[in-house]
């Protein structure tokens, strides 16, 4: 299929894999509460636990007696020690912590990775960032549980760079590029699934050491995606008559591809969606654009929102612990939940564009002028993303077990619509 000369294939192809990779690696680490379940029956970082002597009664499905049991089933001994494992649950936040700041911190030297060496690069130094992760993780034992802190960390910040890579196969799609945009988006988000497939697979027989290593060897299939399905720098925008890109059987088509590619790698008005697009549309330098206060507010805007959500990510385990008395097979019920429901923000991603591109139709058919009611438009989708945001954090913090499925529900849809706005806003700010 590589050789096919149609470029609607090949450019159909590109989305499809695309979705794909988005879907099954690139926020992988959100799935967190799922892997943390797994990591936590392994016996990671156990070695932090140690053994109380109960003082007081315990109701029979205390958490105490539930830690009692656990330990006199691993001992053999039937003593009245309980083990307490609040450092094991630290770790594991701790973990994750590390993880979203990494991801979030190395974007920008990987938008200038992407900016400055082209698609090819970057995307060969993400594989290589993500399979040394999951390669660490499944080398990885109890004993040596730090390696999970780096790993994780690695898997975040390879997984960022996929979709930033992919985020410019929008341009082939002309008047749909802000709907592939965010359907790349929602599947970022959604892509959290991979841990609890992981997690329903261990459940089954099947050890982490060997999920991982099969994770690792997907890394081939990214591989052949990046020579033969994207373009060795940027995909432009607005998109050339007969452009072509990756390797065809035909070494002419080759050098037109890249040709078309290089010719536009130097012109940052064509990348994908990103502050220097915006900013050169407005003849503003990147400094000047820096400096603005519409780029100075959206960026703390939009770090209070992710900050929300990864606190919520990372400290679910222990939130339903906490609720359900530690009763693993609750707590397992309600994180495979929290997993399967991440799969919708693949579909709740688009809800933001419709949103955004009926309202900006009404405005325009009122005489405002293109880029007004662009702006207009992706401010009515921040402020619902915002909205959404507290009515999540409110449902979050009531300590009532069944309503955490509506926060689940929630947590979901708040995050799709915050990663749309935050692609809109910047593109016409």
Not at 18 to 46: H, K, M, P, Q
Not at 72 to 92: I, P
Not at 225 to 249: A, D, K, S, V
């Amino acid at each position: 299929m590589p050789c096919d000369g149609r470029p609607g294939v090949r450019r159909w192809l590109t989305f499809s894999s695309g979705l794909l990779e988005c879907l099954c690696f690139a926020g992988a680490v959100f799935g967190w509460a799922s892997l943390v379940i797994v990591l936590r029956s392994e016996g990671y970082f156990s070695a932090l636990c140690f053994n109380s002597t109960a003082v007081r009664a315990s109701a029979p499905n205390s958490t105490a007696n539930i830690s009692q049991r656990l330990y006199s089933s691993f001992t053999g001994l039937n003593t009245t020690h309980t083990l307490e494992c609040s450092d094991q649950d630290e770790s594991f936040s701790l973990v994750f912590t590390i993880t979203s700041f990494a991801s979030n911190f190395l974007s920008f030297p990987s938008g200038f990775i992407f900016d400055w060496l082209g698609t090819a690069i970057a995307r060969l130094c993400a594989i290589c960032i993500f399979t040394v992760g999951t390669l660490m993780v499944a080398f990885s034992t109890p004993g040596l549980s730090v390696l999970i802190f780096p790993a994780l960390s690695l898997m975040g910040v390879g997984g960022r760079m996929y979709l930033m890579t992919n985020m410019q196969v929008g341009n082939l799609f002309g008047a749909r590029r802000s709907t592939v945009i965010t359907v790349y988006t929602g599947a970022f988000g959604s892509s959290s699934l991979l841990f609890l497939i992981i997690k329903l697979l261990h459940e089954a027989g099947v050890s982490l050491h060997n999920s991982f290593l099969f994770l690792s060897t997907c890394s081939i299939f990214l591989v052949l995606r990046t020579f033969f399905l994207l373009p060795l720098n940027r995909i432009p925008y607005p998109l050339p008559e007969h452009y072509t890109y990756g390797i065809t059987c035909k070494a002419n088509n080759v050098v037109v591809g890249h040709l078309e590619s290089n010719n536009n790698s130097h012109s940052t008005a064509n990348e994908t969606p990103a502050v220097n697009d915006t900013c050169l549309n407005e003849d503003m330098s990147f400094q000047e654009c820096l400096q603005s206060s519409f780029f100075f507010w959206h960026v703390l805007w939009l770090a209070v929102i992710q900050l929300r959500h990864y606190l919520f990510i990372g400290t679910l385990n222990p939130m339903l612990q906490r609720l359900t008395g530690a009763d693993q097979a609750v707590v397992s019920q309600y994180s495979n939940t929290f997993a399967v429901t991440q799969l919708c923000g693949v579909l709740c991603a688009p809800w933001n564009g419709l949103i955004m591109d009926k309202h900006r139709a009404k405005l325009k058919s009122r005489g405002l002028e293109e880029h007004e009611a662009d702006l207009r438009a992706a401010m009515l989708s921040l402020t619902l993303t915002s909205l959404l945001c507290v009515l999540f954090s409110v449902c979050a913090m009531i300590p009532v077990l069944p309503l955490q499925y509506f926060t689940f529900f929630l947590q979901v849809l708040n995050r799709a619509f915050y990663t749309g706005s935050d692609a809109a806003f910047i593109q016409v700010m």
